[in-house]
């Protein structure tokens, strides 16, 4: 079996998507309020947090990377496990950080939710 090339729009399309659904779910509309609340974070205090948006923006980069690597060998359980993985830490993280429950389960719905949107944006191109 010969590896396909790295679906660099797949890529492209991924990590822009999972930082849409990042937008989404971390409004404080969605659960933006619970998962600062949780995160002890003053949503009204303070400007944009431009280095932690860099950072985001890198992590889902890497991540994107990871699943089109894998798609190019059709290796879904790698991803997944790749996933869980992120999801895992992320938790942990927070556990550690002694985060409300609510925020917790915010960011692990947002790393498994991005790394399923990156699939999806694999398959779809």
């Given at each position: 079996?010969?590896?396909?090339?790295?679906?660099?729009?797949?890529?492209?399309?991924?990590?822009?998507?999972?930082?849409?659904?990042?937008?989404?779910?971390?409004?404080?509309?969605?659960?933006?309020?619970?998962?600062?609340?949780?995160?002890?974070?003053?949503?009204?205090?303070?400007?944009?947090?431009?280095?932690?948006?860099?950072?985001?923006?890198?992590?889902?980069?890497?991540?994107a990377?990871?699943?089109g690597?894998?798609?190019?060998?059709?290796?879904?359980?790698?991803?997944?496990?790749?996933?869980?993985?992120v999801?895992?830490?992320?938790?942990?993280?927070?556990?550690?950080?002694?985060?409300s429950?609510g925020?917790?389960?915010?960011?692990?719905?947002?790393?498994?939710?991005?790394?399923?949107?990156?699939?999806?944006?694999?398959?779809?191109?």
């Amino acid at each position: 079996m010969e590896p396909e090339s790295l679906n660099v729009a797949a890529v492209a399309l991924g990590t822009v998507a999972a930082f849409v659904f990042g937008m989404i779910l971390y409004h404080p509309k969605v659960l933006g309020r619970t998962w600062a609340e949780g995160s002890g974070v003053n949503l009204d205090k303070g400007g944009f947090p431009a280095a932690a948006m860099i950072l985001q923006l890198g992590a889902l980069i890497a991540l994107a990377l990871v699943i089109g690597l894998t798609a190019t060998l059709n290796l879904l359980g790698t991803a997944l496990l790749a996933i869980l993985a992120v999801a895992l830490f992320v938790v942990a993280n927070g556990a550690f950080g002694r985060r409300s429950t609510g925020a917790v389960v915010t960011d692990g719905i947002y790393a498994i939710g991005s790394g399923a949107l990156m699939i999806v944006a694999q398959g779809l191109l």
